[in-house]
């Protein structure tokens, strides 16, 4: 397996384009490899769980991330295109309070790997999406934070031509001054 890999403006966060081959049957590409990821990536992670997720068009889920068990993530979509966000929440990185973005999606079958440190969403722009990830560590739901999406300092600009549909968890989000960071 071969990867392209590419950095967002955020230090560590990566883009990974993956090998594929296709033709008029259809295509495949190995969606993980240990060895690859670590060699593409030069960090040598250990993933414990997987998670799927199935959101409709517009549905905004984030800014995620879990203080304590902090959780890298490997980031896809399976179906359907959204734009997938990161906020790094690291007091020493000269990024910190800075975000990126980047669309994945089915077509482009890249992936993200976002370390431990970042808070983490996405808007489905597709009339749905089908989201999968890989984290480093387990959810702990007494650990789990989340960064106000529209925080006014933070700024993202998300490619919102509607309001989003958010869960109860992301309307009570902090604001970025009240956010738990990382030291």
């Excluded at 060895?35 to 199935?54: E, I, L, Y």
Aim: aromatic residues 14%; proline residues 6%.
């Amino acid at each position: 397996m071969t990867y392209h890999v590419t950095s967002l403006s955020l230090p560590d966060v990566l883009i990974l384009e993956p090998q594929v081959f296709g033709d008029a049957r259809g295509f495949f590409f190995e969606s993980y490899n240990a060895r690859d990821f670590a060699s593409a990536t030069g960090c040598d992670v250990v993933f414990v769980q997987d998670n799927h997720s199935r959101s409709a068009r517009g549905v905004l889920r984030g800014m995620h991330y879990q203080i304590t068990h902090s959780q890298g993530k490997l980031v896809r979509v399976t179906s359907g295109t959204v734009f997938d966000v990161v906020v790094d929440l690291r007091r020493a990185s000269p990024s910190f309070g800075q975000w990126d973005g980047v669309m994945l999606s089915d077509d482009n079958k890249r992936q993200l790997w976002i370390p431990p440190g970042f808070a983490h969403g996405f808007v489905t722009l597709s009339d749905h999406a089908e989201f999968l990830y890989k984290t480093t560590d387990y959810w702990y739901p007494e650990h789990e934070r989340s960064l106000l999406w529209n925080d006014p300092t933070v700024a993202i600009e998300w490619p919102l031509d509607v309001p989003p549909q958010l869960a109860a968890k992301d309307l009570s989000g902090l604001p970025w001054a009240d956010a738990a960071k990382f030291d």
